[in-house]
C-alpha cells in the first residue's frame, strides 16, 4: 500500500461538495475501532450523520480492507444482495 497510495491532489480540498451522495443514496458504514488515523468516535459520528443502512465494527487499525478483507467483503455483498 505505501508504494501505490499517492497523496490527494490539492484541489480536492479546495471544491465545495454541493450534493454528496450519502444524502441521497443507500449507505453502509464500518467503522475500525484500532483506528488511529480516525478515532473510532468520530467514524460512528460519521456513520449516524449517514443514516446507514447497516454499520459493521471491526477490531482493525485505518487499513481495515487489509486486515480484515472477509468482512469488508460480507458487509459489501450485503449492501449489494439487499438493492438487487
Not at 33 to 43: G, L, S
Not at 45 to 69: F, G, I, Y
Request: proline fraction near 7%.
Amino acid at each position: 500500500m505505501a508504494v501505490t497510495q499517492k497523496a490527494p491532489v490539492g484541489s480536492t480540498f479546495a471544491e465545495a461538495v454541493s450534493s454528496p451522495a450519502w444524502k441521497s443514496r443507500p449507505t453502509w458504514y464500518q467503522v475500525s475501532t484500532d483506528d488511529r488515523m480516525i478515532h473510532p468516535d468520530t467514524e460512528r459520528r460519521m456513520a449516524e450523520r449517514m443514516n446507514p443502512r447497516r454499520t459493521v465494527e471491526l477490531d482493525a487499525s485505518h487499513a481495515s480492507l487489509a486486515s480484515q478483507p472477509g468482512a469488508i467483503v460480507d458487509l459489501i455483498d450485503q449492501a449489494a444482495t439487499s438493492l438487487g
